[in-house]
């Protein structure tokens, strides 16, 4: 029993949905809340909490079954880039793992309709009703095909933050009507636009580090994806021209980190202030560091070094939100 469990969560990568609930709660009260105070004339929290954690669960048990059909089409791949860590087809059935993908989407989606309906959301439901649909067929098919299955991930996670966004809008005008400021939502809406250009923000960017991240991980399973014919970038292009275009993502990514950081918000930008500062060693060096070990790399064991850095990397992007939280509230 204990070691079904285990196969079970690292089947899920229960690791990952972690940092999924982690950066919609830290998204959510850092930087949707604060924001709400700042430019809302103290508004207070919209979203009420049982809705978020109903949103934070449906999409963690959608991505989980993301992940357990992934495994289910990669069985081949897998067994040749990490037998060490294949489970489908070994220790748990095809049949279990398949029933497990279409019991964990659709506990996802009803949690998410549920939440939507209570936001008064129809298009938060129609995202949460097609997400487990666009992962399907991005392990079946388009995850073997040219730089578009690296799309789907990527555009898949940064769905991520506009889930809050959609939800927040949805609840905003029910919240005011209940408190009788009705007759303010025509002057608070730019509220509701400050919040999708934030959120979108974020979204651009864990778009592009999950990009990155997913041209690593192509680096790194080369073999697999070759002796299957995958056509992914590495296969394609070679791997020369693959490190070219990592260099040139990881540039763009740096360059709209200091736009972002220097162009749009409200904060002072001295080398004293926290701002500054974090974005400098904790955003720009992190990928820096990331670029520089993918151009070291020879063989697969480095290039799940440079993956492992860039999940790291990710996560000082995710911290990024407190700092603006510090700066929102100071």
């Given at each position: 029993?204990?070691?079904?469990i285990?196969?079970?969560?690292?089947?899920?990568?229960?690791?990952n949905?972690?940092?999924?609930?982690i950066?919609?709660?830290?998204?959510?009260?850092?930087?949707?809340?604060?924001?709400?105070?700042?430019?809302?004339?103290?508004?207070?929290?919209?979203?009420?909490?049982?809705?978020?954690w109903?949103?934070?669960?449906?999409?963690?048990?959608i991505?989980?079954?993301?992940?357990?059909?992934?495994?289910?089409?990669?069985?081949?791949?897998?067994?040749?880039?990490?037998?060490?860590?294949?489970?489908?087809g070994?220790?748990?059935?095809?049949?279990?793992?398949m029933?497990?993908s279409?019991?964990?989407s659709?506990?996802?989606?009803?949690m998410?309709?549920l939440?939507?309906?209570?936001?008064?959301?129809?298009?938060?439901?129609?995202?949460?009703?097609?997400?487990?649909g666009?992962?399907?067929?991005?392990?079946?098919?388009?995850?073997?095909?040219?730089?578009?299955?690296n799309?789907?991930v990527?555009?898949a996670?940064?769905?991520v933050?506009m889930?809050?966004?959609?939800?927040?809008?949805?609840?905003?005008?029910?919240?005011l009507?209940?408190?009788?400021?009705g007759?303010?939502y025509?002057?608070?809406?730019?509220?509701?636009?400050?919040?999708?250009?934030?959120?979108?923000g974020?979204?651009?960017?864990?778009?592009?580090?999950t990009?990155?991240?997913?041209?690593l991980?192509?680096?790194?399973?080369?073999?697999?994806?070759?002796?299957?014919?995958?056509?992914?970038?590495?296969?394609?292009l070679g791997?020369?021209?693959?490190k070219?275009?990592?260099?040139?993502?990881?540039c763009?990514?740096?360059g709209?980190?200091?736009?972002?950081c220097?162009?749009l918000?409200?904060?002072?930008?001295?080398?004293?202030s926290?701002n500054?500062?974090?974005?400098?060693?904790?955003?720009?060096i992190?990928?820096?560091?990331v670029?520089?070990l993918?151009?070291?790399?020879?063989?697969?064991?480095?290039?799940?070094?440079?993956?492992?850095?860039?999940?790291?990397a990710?996560?000082?992007?995710?911290?990024?939100?407190?700092?603006?939280?510090?700066?929102l509230?100071?």
């Amino acid at each position: 029993m204990r070691e079904t469990i285990r196969d079970i969560l690292r089947l899920i990568r229960w690791q990952n949905l972690l940092f999924l609930a982690i950066l919609m709660w830290v998204l959510e009260k850092w930087v949707v809340v604060p924001l709400l105070y700042a430019y809302g004339n103290g508004l207070p929290e919209v979203l009420p909490p049982l809705i978020l954690w109903m949103l934070i669960l449906s999409t963690v048990l959608i991505a989980a079954g993301g992940y357990v059909i992934n495994d289910y089409f990669d069985i081949k791949i897998d067994r040749i880039n990490r037998p060490d860590r294949v489970i489908v087809g070994e220790t748990m059935s095809k049949p279990t793992a398949m029933r497990l993908s279409i019991g964990l989407s659709a506990a996802g989606i009803i949690m998410g309709g549920l939440a939507a309906w209570l936001c008064s959301s129809w298009t938060l439901g129609i995202v949460i009703l097609l997400t487990p649909g666009l992962l399907w067929f991005y392990s079946s098919a388009y995850k073997r095909q040219f730089i578009i299955g690296n799309l789907i991930v990527a555009f898949a996670s940064a769905l991520v933050p506009m889930l809050l966004g959609l939800a927040n809008e949805g609840m905003f005008l029910p919240f005011l009507l209940e408190r009788d400021l009705g007759p303010l939502y025509s002057q608070l809406q730019p509220v509701v636009r400050v919040i999708y250009v934030w959120l979108g923000g974020f979204a651009l960017m864990i778009f592009l580090y999950t990009w990155i991240r997913e041209i690593l991980k192509d680096l790194q399973d080369q073999m697999g994806d070759r002796e299957l014919e995958c056509r992914t970038l590495p296969i394609k292009l070679g791997e020369l021209w693959t490190k070219i275009i990592l260099t040139l993502m990881i540039c763009l990514t740096t360059g709209l980190l200091c736009w972002f950081c220097f162009g749009l918000l409200p904060f002072p930008h001295t080398w004293s202030s926290l701002n500054v500062r974090y974005l400098v060693f904790g955003l720009i060096i992190p990928l820096l560091c990331v670029m520089a070990l993918t151009w070291a790399a020879r063989i697969p064991s480095d290039y799940r070094n440079a993956q492992r850095l860039m999940k790291f990397a990710m996560f000082l992007g995710l911290l990024y939100s407190y700092v603006i939280n510090a700066q929102l509230c100071a």
